[in-house]
């Protein structure tokens, strides 16, 4: 890779989208994690310009991108996102919702067709373990000290122990726990293939500092989405993990957290989320074809709890709908959920394609257990809006493009750095 500049600027922006809270507070002054962000954009936008490589790079980029059914799928569904902001309530939640999901698009494409260094890869793949790892252990100081613990998550529940849940630097224990998922499984599979001592044991201390962030975040979501993913590993990979399957759950249960937080799971019946989805169909219902128009849900979320008082949830006039596929029938009707299930679809056939295509241990490893986080955060996504919550999905799109990276570059040897 030979802009140096925009290479610092990917290792910074894969550390600082975790551990900076969304707004970071300086003498007052307020920095967003988006400004890495768009400096990446905007050094990437100038070597176009002064650089003939640069800009070769992506034109040839250009023609590839649009060979694929998955880069065709993103394009298409954010054009599908864009047209729906002329019929939404909100236009400028509308507006707001395309340019993100247009940021992934473009982060996706810089990474795919500008890092073509292995070195730059592995070194990326490595800072985004570091930084969950170093998000799990501001985590755990956090469940000793309550440091950066916003007061709406403190007194949580009744009866228990630990009457809080832990959110480190993801502003939602929901979002920690679902961050984390995509990490855990990697490591796993890390763990179970790396051969050197000293590096299996690495991968399982960091595989137990980030479970253990998993079950202080209390997030049922991500609990259910976990055993799944570990019942996956064990019919994919080996399955005389079983035995460590029952044995951990057993062990799990010494936890007072877990006892208490899977009581909870007796009354998922009357999870405030049933009625959320409830209010979803009966959008899909009212706007079959285009939807309510993008990020829109929450904005007549108020209208219709007027209308069905029954499925209204506490004080809220606005609320998320809780499901990620829910959201996108709902806001961009039936163009927009069959492209994003296509988009979807087309994601795991690559990321599968890439374990069997590379032969460089590492990233086959990294890649059998993120394949199982990609199952896991779709099921997840079920009952959350994962693939809406910027410091989660990001990093999805990220280890993604990385994994497009290594195929479009797997005809050739990586460059030296």
């Keep these: 890779m030979k802009n140096k500049l925009l290479c610092y600027l990917l290792y910074l922006y894969l550390i600082c989208q975790a551990l900076v809270p969304t707004k970071f507070k300086l003498n007052e002054t307020i920095f967003y994690g988006d400004i890495v962000l768009f400096t990446i954009i905007l050094v990437y936008l100038i070597s176009i310009f002064i650089s003939s490589d640069t800009r070769k790079r992506f034109m040839v980029g250009l023609g590839d991108f649009f060979t694929s059914y998955w880069s065709i799928a993103m394009v298409l569904l954010a054009v599908i996102m864009g047209i729906s902001t002329a019929y939404a309530a909100d236009k400028m939640l509308s507006i707001s919702e395309t340019i993100r999901f247009t940021l992934y698009i473009i982060i996706y494409f810089i990474i795919k067709y500008e890092v073509n260094s292995k070195k730059v890869i592995d070194n990326m793949l490595k800072l985004y373990i570091s930084a969950c790892v170093m998000v799990s252990a501001f985590g755990i100081l956090q469940y000793f000290t309550k440091i950066g613990l916003d007061k709406k998550f403190i007194y949580y529940g009744k009866g228990l122990s630990v009457d809080f849940r832990i959110t480190s630097t993801m502003d939602n224990p929901n979002s920690l726990g679902a961050f984390l998922a995509l990490t855990v499984f990697p490591l796993i599979a890390l763990t179970i293939y790396e051969e050197a001592r000293i590096k299996k044991l690495l991968y399982a201390g960091s595989t137990l500092i980030i479970l ?26 080996n399955w005389k993990g079983i035995i460590l399957l029952i044995l951990g759950g057993g062990i799990s249960l010494i936890i007072p957290q877990v006892r208490h937080r899977i009581k909870d799971f007796s009354s998922i019946l009357e999870d405030p989320r049933i009625k959320m989805w409830k209010i979803a169909v009966k959008m899909i219902k009212d706007h079959p074809v285009l939807g309510v128009g993008n990020g829109n849900y929450t904005v007549l979320y108020g209208d219709y709890i007027k209308k069905y008082p029954q499925l209204k949830y506490g004080i809220y006039t606005e609320f998320p709908s ?3 596929y829910l959201k996108i029938q709902s806001e961009l009707g039936i163009p927009g959920i069959s492209v994003f299930i296509l988009m979807l679809l087309s994601i795991l056939i690559r990321i599968k394609e890439m374990i069997n295509v590379t032969n460089d241990k590492f990233y086959k490893g990294f890649y059998r257990g993120f394949f199982v986080s990609v199952i896991v955060f779709f099921i997840m996504n ?6 809406f919550v910027p410091k989660v999905s990001m990093y999805f799109w990220i280890l ?4 497009e990276a290594i195929i479009y570059n797997n005809s050739y040897e990586f460059n030296s750095y």
């Design 212 to 237: 253990s962030n998993i079950i202080l975040s209390m997030s049922r979501n991500t609990w259910l989405g976990i055993l799944i993913g570990l019942v996956l590993i064990v019919i994919m990979y």
């Design 322 to 324: 809780h499901n990620s």
């Design 382 to 387: 079920i009952s959350d809006n994962l693939f």
């Design 400 to 403: 993604v493009a990385i994994s």
